[in-house]
């Protein structure tokens, strides 16, 4: 069984830095891409960040230059940081496995996590 579990988010003031990390097991995670979703109360969810397997990574305009994601194969664990955080920012982010390249359309994702708060106040 496939397990996905988001750690690392909470209060930040504009401006500042968070560091979300999520640790699979279940799966052999170094063949696989993994992504970042977020989604906001009233609002669809949103691509943020996605890395293959060998560690190409690709983001959309509203978070490039700001997150960074990454992998740690040997430990199972994918990383977003985020810095220069904005209001705009606050949602619950989620990540996710995706058996085919790392794609940013949720739907070729097939395990999610339970999804971690972050709160950007202005």
């Known amino acids: 069984q496939v397990q996905l579990v988001e750690s690392g988010g909470g209060l930040v003031q504009a401006g500042g830095s968070l560091r979300l990390s999520c640790a699979a097991s279940g799966r052999r995670f170094s063949r696989y891409g993994m992504g970042w979703f977020r989604q906001a109360p009233g609002k669809e969810r949103e691509f943020v960040a996605a890395?293959?397997?060998?560690?190409?990574?690709y983001y959309p305009d509203s978070v490039k230059g700001r997150f960074t994601i990454s992998r740690d194969n040997g430990k199972n664990t994918v990383y977003l940081q985020m810095n220069s955080l904005k209001p705009e920012d606050t949602a619950v982010y989620y990540c996710a496995s995706d058996p085919g390249y790392a794609s940013s359309s949720w739907v070729r994702y097939d395990y999610w996590g339970q999804g971690t708060q972050v709160t950007v106040s202005s």
């Open positions: 890395i293959t397997w060998s560690g190409g990574a």
